[in-house]
Structure formats: C-alpha cells, structure tokens
C-alpha cells in the first residue's frame, strides 16, 4: 500500500489548509487511515484515526480539524481551521488494515511522505 500526500504549506494564525492522503495498492475492507504530526525537537503524535466511517480526534484538534473520505478517489482529507503556531508540524499520513489507534503509531504498516504545515503568529 502506497500513500502519497499533498497539500500543507504557510498559513497566519486563525487560517485553514487542507491536506490530502491518496491510498493505493492492496487495501481491505476496514481499514484505517490515521494523520500524525512531528513539530521540531518533539515526539510524533497522533491527531486523527478514521476507520468505518469513525473518526476519532486527539483533544488538541477536536472542534478544529475535520476529516472527510472521497471513498471514489481512495482519498482522505485533513480539514484543518483556526490554525494555531502550536498546530506547526510534518502531517503524516498512514495505513493500518485493522487497528485505529491514535497512540500506537508502530502499528501502522504504512506511511506518507510527509506535508509541512506551518503557522504564524
């Protein structure tokens, strides 16, 4: 399964981007797709797992960031409003076949390359 991202880039405080993470390969019935991010000098962290139509949220980023599925183009998107400089990161994302967990990233089988995301003040 390959995953390949887009979107991300500079945005003010208060601002909204949209990223993308387009699924190919051999995929299953169930599986899940999770965004991570990394900010510089700090620990990779779950933000949102989505598997059979659940989407679950890390507390950070409930009420601002929203992901929907275009199931027709195996593609999900990371709606991500009110950007904060705290929300600065590389947003990953990955594939899982079975599990959605927002805290256990090994268990994912495979990733995006990556998207910057940064916010000013």
């Known amino acids: 399964v390959q995953l390949v991202e887009s979107g991300g880039g500079l945005v003010q405080t208060g601002g909204s981007l949209r990223l993308s993470c387009t699924v190919s390969?051999?995929?299953?019935?169930?599986?899940?797709i999770a965004w991570f991010r990394q900010a510089p000098g700090k620990k990779r962290e779950g933000v949102s797992c989505t598997r059979r139509g659940d989407t679950y949220y890390a507390d950070s980023v409930k009420g601002r960031f929203h992901v929907s599925e275009d199931n027709d183009k195996n593609t999900v998107y990371l709606q991500m409003n009110d950007l904060k400089p705290e929300d600065t990161a590389v947003y990953y994302c990955a594939f899982d076949r079975q599990v959605c967990t927002l805290t256990f990233e090994l268990e994912y089988d495979s990733w995006g390359q990556g998207a910057q995301v940064t916010v000013s003040s």
């Open positions: 390969g051999p995929t299953n019935d169930g599986y899940a």
